[in-house]
């Protein structure tokens, strides 16, 4: 495939062996904004998964004794190829996920940044002893062939997430993208065939079958999933009856405690943002807010001033900061939050399920407003839950030991955020949260030093970093006697 091959934006197949293949059953997702059908894609087959897994076993056996120094020039130039068609890939980021342009940019150049930064990162032999007896070596090896299975909230970031770190170990990757948004993934593993040789990078877009197939197929070695809790304690079953290494980046509850001390309008306004971004359809967005009682009165009524300025709208309108729930279910799962939510608490911040439709003129958008509630129960589902959408709960706090224990009392695991300007108080509080990842005074920042993962039902192992890169790996001791 020639650069030039690779312009448009309106085919969308599997790439297996480095074809372009259909297959003879079709599907498409709905533009969530408008309800319009996007283009067809194809719905693989038992047998287009075990093409791919052949081909990726094959590549592998080449891939895997590539130098390291090559296979970061492979990355380098994919991340290149990607900046070339940055525009093309914002405005489908738009079309199939719904959100904003200005955040569709962001993810694609977050992804390009992320891509190149990994590539700084160099898993290095460990030296445990070298005397005049023996030396003794810890490597990290390729583990084989890995799945990337991508969820529907960042379709672009997360398909890069997992491409890179299993190349540049010397495994191959088959990239499974969601079927509510499949076309950024196959479109980014077409473009990678480019730089990389055949097999080494394959893409399947399918239906609810094609996940379940990879996951127990004999051939897959790894698997990278990102998703809900639910689905991924079904992966790691599946994964178990060949013993399969899993990643599992699941759900999140995430706390931000508000101390007493910060500039109220600044952070309200701040933390909002955080919990509404992406229409709260971000696993590791603040879900619950926890105020000093001393100025939550305050705080509430900050926060709910600066939700009703959000703009709300598809995502290519100038200024709109919130686009609509990304798919059918998603939205009803959405509503069912609502049942338990007054009118009074829905006026605070103009919150509540769309009836004047802001989508396209005739469409049927799936639009949620951004709905801040003021005290529910600490045992109401809005708590207890992660609604994954723009609900955000705010509750009252004077007791720091209290608020700690509070904030952990959930089965989620994957961040928290402590907002004070006594950071020796934040220090102090952030410590006791458990939670894979904790900030202070700010949230949802990433580094790609840094490993991302989830305690508790927030997941299994980590992403970024040289974790991320280990995760792709088998460790390999060496004795040599000498």
Same mark, same amino acid.
């Given at each position: 495939?020639?650069?030039?091959?690779?312009?448009?934006?309106?085919?969308?197949?599997?790439?297996?062996? &480095?074809?372009? !293949?259909? /297959?003879?059953?079709?599907?498409?997702?709905?533009?969530?904004?408008?309800?319009?059908?996007?283009?067809? +894609? %194809?719905?693989?087959?038992?047998?287009?998964?075990?093409?791919?897994?052949?081909?990726?076993?094959?590549?592998?056996? !080449?891939?895997?004794?590539?130098?390291?120094?090559?296979?970061?020039?492979?990355?380098?130039?994919?991340?290149?190829?990607?900046?070339?068609?940055?525009?093309?890939?914002?405005?489908?980021?738009?079309?199939?996920?719904?959100? %904003?342009?200005?955040?569709?940019?962001?993810?694609?150049?977050?992804?390009?940044?992320?891509?190149?930064?990994?590539?700084?990162?160099?898993?290095?032999?460990?030296?445990?002893?070298?005397? $005049?007896?023996?030396?003794?070596?810890?490597?990290?090896?390729?583990?084989?062939?890995?799945?990337?299975?991508?969820?529907?909230?960042?379709?672009?970031?997360?398909?890069?997430?997992?491409?890179?770190?299993?190349?540049?170990?010397?495994? /191959?990757?088959?990239?499974?993208?969601?079927?509510? /948004?499949?076309?950024?993934?196959?479109?980014?593993?077409?473009?990678?065939?480019?730089?990389?040789? %055949?097999?080494?990078?394959?893409?399947?877009?399918?239906?609810?079958?094609?996940?379940?197939?990879?996951?127990?197929?004999?051939?897959? $070695?790894?698997?990278?999933?990102?998703?809900?809790?639910?689905?991924?304690?079904?992966?790691?079953?599946?994964?178990?009856?060949?013993?399969?290494?899993?990643?599992?980046?699941?759900?999140?509850? $995430?706390?931000?405690?508000?101390?007493?001390?910060? $500039? +109220?309008?600044?952070?309200?306004?701040?933390?909002?943002?955080?919990?509404?971004?992406?229409?709260?359809?971000?696993?590791?967005?603040?879900?619950?807010?926890?105020?000093?009682?001393?100025?939550?009165?305050?705080?509430?009524?900050?926060?709910?001033?600066?939700?009703?300025?959000?703009?709300?709208?598809?995502?290519?309108?100038?200024?709109?900061?919130? &686009?609509?729930?990304?798919?059918?279910?998603?939205?009803?799962?959405?509503?069912?939050?609502?049942?338990?939510?007054?009118?009074?608490?829905?006026?605070?911040?103009?919150?509540?399920?769309?009836?004047?439709?802001?989508?396209?003129?005739?469409?049927?958008?799936?639009?949620?407003?951004?709905?801040?509630?003021?005290?529910?129960?600490?045992?109401?589902?809005?708590?207890?839950?992660?609604?994954?959408?723009?609900?955000?709960?705010?509750?009252?706090?004077?007791?720091?030991?209290?608020?700690?224990?509070?904030?952990?009392?959930?089965?989620?695991?994957?961040?928290?955020?402590?907002?004070?300007?006594?950071?020796?108080?934040?220090?102090?509080?952030?410590?006791?949260?458990?939670?894979?990842? +904790?900030? +202070?005074?700010?949230?949802?920042? /990433?580094?790609?030093?840094?490993?991302?993962?989830?305690?508790?039902?927030?997941?299994?192992?980590?992403?970024?970093?040289?974790?991320?890169?280990?995760?792709?790996?088998?460790?390999?001791?060496?004795?040599?006697?000498?």
């Amino acid at each position: 495939m020639t650069p030039s091959d690779f312009a448009v934006f309106d085919n969308f197949q599997n790439t297996i062996n &480095g074809q372009q !293949t259909s /297959t003879t059953e079709k599907r498409h997702s709905i533009n969530p904004a408008s309800g319009q059908p996007n283009p067809d +894609v %194809p719905v693989s087959t038992p047998q287009d998964v075990d093409r791919a897994v052949e081909a990726a076993k094959e590549a592998f056996e !080449t891939w895997s004794e590539v130098p390291p120094s090559e296979r970061k020039k492979a990355v380098l130039a994919f991340a290149d190829g990607l900046e070339k068609h940055a525009q093309e890939f914002a405005k489908l980021l738009v079309q199939e996920q719904g959100k %904003p342009l200005q955040f569709a940019t962001l993810e694609i150049t977050g992804a390009i940044n992320w891509l190149r930064e990994t590539c700084d990162l160099e898993l290095k032999d460990e030296i445990i002893e070298d005397s $005049d007896e023996r030396k003794l070596v810890v490597r990290h090896t390729p583990i084989g062939v890995a799945v990337g299975i991508v969820p529907w909230n960042f379709p672009l970031t997360l398909c890069c997430l997992k491409l890179a770190p299993a190349v540049l170990t010397g495994n /191959t990757v088959i990239i499974k993208p969601s079927p509510f /948004t499949p076309y950024c993934g196959l479109k980014l593993v077409e473009l990678a065939q480019q730089v990389f040789p %055949p097999g080494v990078v394959q893409a399947l877009s399918g239906d609810d079958n094609l996940g379940p197939w990879l996951t127990a197929h004999p051939g897959i $070695d790894k698997i990278s999933f990102t998703g809900s809790s639910a689905t991924g304690k079904k992966v790691m079953e599946s994964a178990a009856k060949t013993l399969k290494r899993v990643t599992l980046e699941l759900g999140g509850n $995430d706390a931000a405690i508000i101390c007493k001390g910060v $500039d +109220v309008e600044a952070v309200a306004a701040k933390v909002a943002s955080l919990g509404f971004m992406n229409s709260g359809q971000i696993c590791v967005a603040i879900k619950r807010i926890y105020i000093h009682e001393s100025i939550y009165d305050r705080f509430r009524d900050a926060a709910a001033a600066f939700t009703k300025t959000l703009k709300l709208g598809e995502g290519n309108e100038e200024g709109v900061f919130m &686009g609509p729930i990304q798919n059918a279910m998603q939205y009803e799962k959405v509503k069912s939050f609502f049942s338990d939510i007054t009118k009074d608490q829905l006026s605070l911040s103009n919150g509540g399920i769309c009836t004047d439709n802001p989508g396209e003129a005739g469409g049927r958008g799936y639009f949620i407003r951004p709905t801040i509630i003021d005290k529910p129960a600490e045992d109401s589902r809005l708590v207890t839950e992660e609604p994954f959408g723009p609900i955000l709960p705010l509750l009252s706090w004077n007791d720091e030991k209290d608020v700690i224990a509070r904030a952990n009392n959930t089965r989620m695991g994957l961040g928290a955020s402590v907002w004070s300007n006594d950071l020796d108080e934040a220090a102090r509080i952030a410590s006791k949260l458990q939670a894979g990842t +904790v900030w +202070v005074n700010t949230h949802m920042e /990433t580094d790609a030093r840094a490993p991302f993962g989830g305690h508790k039902e927030s997941g299994i192992g980590a992403e970024m970093g040289l974790h991320g890169l280990r995760a792709y790996c088998n460790v390999q001791t060496l004795f040599l006697k000498k």
